[in-house]
């Protein structure tokens, strides 16, 4: 069984991260000729969701200066999408305070939109968040919240998310018959 795992990972995991590569650098061909700033907030923070796992370093880089430029133009939703690729780099670092803080924030922003399915997954987001730092209780509150913003608006493609993740918080408490 081992050597199977051994050979996946061995043979997979470089072929994805060389097409992981190949579509960064394709997104950084595209910003070196984006005319439009919207334009380039859209392949900054794409950018930097893909990069993130090899390179969070870059990956933040770019998510800053999408939110900044975003920011600058008034363009909520790059700011939105910059502020969760900053909040992704981080928690995949391992930086939960950080990624908690920019999820927070993007939060802030879709509270005041018109968008219910970016509000579930900020809800949802934050919500992994704490799950990652063992507050299951804190988890199940935004999850909670999320799954209300899912029923009242039938976002079909966000309730697979929420029940996975709330099964998750239920096993983790052991209590899954809830």
């Keep these: ?14 072929a994805g991260l060389v097409a992981q590569k190949h579509k960064a650098d394709s997104l950084i061909n595209l910003l070196n000729k984006e005319k439009t700033d919207t334009g380039k907030v859209k392949l900054m923070w794409q950018l930097s969701g893909i990069i993130n796992a090899y390179d969070p370093a ?26 969760g690729a900053l909040a992704n780099t981080f928690s995949k670092m391992g930086n939960y305070p950080k990624a908690l803080e920019f999820n927070l924030r993007k939060l802030k922003l879709e509270e005041k939109g018109n968008n ?9 987001n934050i919500g992994i968040v704490y799950r990652y730092q063992e507050e299951y ?8 919240k999320s799954d209300s913003v899912i029923m009242q ?3 079909e493609d966000a309730k697979y998310f929420i ?16």
Excluded: H, V
């Design 137 to 144: 209780k804190e988890a199940l509150k935004y999850y909670y």
């Design 58 to 83: 870059s990956a933040l880089i770019y998510a800053q200066n999408a939110l900044n430029l975003s920011t600058t133009i008034k363009y909520t939703e790059g700011q939105s999408k910059s502020l």
């Design 1 to 14: 069984m081992r050597w199977k795992l051994f050979f996946i990972a061995f043979f997979f995991l470089p």
């Design 153 to 155: 608006n039938n976002i």
């Design 116 to 124: 219910p399915r970016n509000l579930a997954f900020a809800l949802i």
């Design 163 to 178: 029940y996975m993740n709330l099964g998750d918080i239920y096993d983790r408490l052991d209590n899954a018959d809830s």
